[in-house]
T-cell receptor, first 113, second 115 residues
Framework: AQKITQTQPGMFVQEKEAVTLDCTYD???????LFWYKQPSSGEMIFLIY??????QNATEGRYSLNFQKARKSANLVISASQLGDSAMYFC??????????FGAGTRLTVKP | DAGVIQSPRHEVTEMGQEVTLRCKPISGHDYLFWYRQTMMRGLELLIY????????DSGMPEDRFSAKMPNASFSTLKIQPSEPRDSAVYFC?????????????FGSGTRLTVV
């Protein structure tokens, strides 16, 4: 069964505006971590942000923040003040307990000038 | 640290040939992962190691695929014989122990084309 769901295959945002990329997950393990990665056209996978299941506050890293709604099992990525360089594929991932990390299908973000 | 180093960056081979992909993880990282990325299937975990020992190889597609980690600084993924459907980008990633805030550090990937 799919454990990480990203329902938006593609998203567009105007430069300097904020955008939210959706991610829902499914787990019965009380201990888990949620991650977002960026994959630009050059192909490398870049770690952006992490949220632990026991964290009380939403994670933030610069222009990236994670809107963590535990009861709804969602971990949406918010990018503020979008830049042209933010155009890329974005992957949500989850690690349950001590297990390995599983990835969603990704969302392709295009920032328009 | 130089990060996770994969070689080669690109590989083109003929069907039936043996292919070996190489990975050097970050020093001190206990975990090493091999992923395959295709348009159709996205990012798939093939196998991962902890302290050089394979922990889960359930993602390895078939017997044509094998992976080894002879020491803490080197791993290989071998495909023999290769087939056109093996064409994909293969990523190696490494991680400290799987607790806390650690994400994986990925290598640049190897783009494999089997013709």
């Amino acid at each position: 069964a799919q454990k990480i769901t990203q329902t938006q295959p593609g998203m567009f945002v105007q430069e300097k505006e904020a955008v939210t990329l959706d991610c829902t997950y499914d787990t019965s393990d009380p201990s888990y971590g949620l991650f977002w990665y960026k994959q630009p056209s050059s192909g490398e996978m870049i770690f952006l942000i992490y949220q632990g299941s026991y964290d009380q506050q939403n994670a933030t890293e610069g222009r990236y923040s994670l809107n963590f709604q535990k009861a709804r099992k969602s971990a949406n990525l918010v990018i503020s003040a979008s830049q042209l360089g933010d155009s890329a594929m974005y992957f949500c991932a989850m690690r349950e307990g001590q297990n390995d990390m599983r990835f969603g299908a990704g969302t392709r973000l295009t920032v328009k000038p | 640290d130089a990060g996770v180093i994969q070689s080669p960056r690109h590989e083109v081979t003929e069907m039936g040939q043996e292919v070996t992909l190489r990975c050097k993880p970050i020093s001190g990282h206990d975990y090493l992962f091999w992923y395959r990325q295709t348009m159709m299937r996205g990012l798939e975990l093939l196998i991962y190691f902890n302290n050089n020992v394979p922990i889960d190889d359930s993602g390895m597609p078939e017997d044509r695929f094998s992976a080894k980690m002879p020491n803490a600084s080197f791993s290989t993924l071998k495909i023999q014989p290769s087939e056109p459907r093996d064409s994909a980008v293969y990523f190696c990633a490494s991680s400290p122990p799987l607790t806390g805030v650690y994400g994986y550090t990925f290598g640049s990937g190897t783009r494999l084309t089997v013709v």
